[in-house]
Nanobody
């Protein structure tokens, strides 16, 4: 399983960014995909996930501002981040589980300045 993330960058508070993650080596359409983030000095936390059928969950801190989506044809999961806040600054990771193993994409840095 390989997860290739892209997107991220620096933005002012109130701005938007979009992250994408392309997956290979798994039956994508049946697999729950997730985005996690890790801020400096903090533990990695779940931001949002989406099941193969499209059901979504969000952490309380991003609900209403972030939207996770998937394209089963392109084998891609995306995270649209709107109304970004400085506390959203973190390294963001694409994640999935397959056959009892957990897989992580390379993190992508999101920096939000006030």
């Amino acid at each position: 399983v390989q997860l290739q993330a892209s997107g991220g960058g620096s933005v002012l508070a109130g701005g938007s960014l979009r992250l994408s993650c392309k997956a290979s080596g798994l039956l994508f359409r049946d697999t729950t995909m997730a985005w996690y983030r890790q801020a400096p000095g903090e533990q990695r936390e779940l931001v949002a996930d989406i099941t193969g059928s499209g059901s979504t969950t969000y952490s309380d801190s991003v609900g209403g501002r972030f939207t996770i989506s998937r394209d089963n044809v392109r084998r891609t999961v995306s995270l649209q981040m709107d109304n970004l806040k400085p506390e959203d600054t973190a390294v963001y990771y694409c994640n999935t589980q397959n056959r009892g193993r957990t897989f992580w994409g390379r993190g992508t840095l999101v920096t939000v300045s006030s």
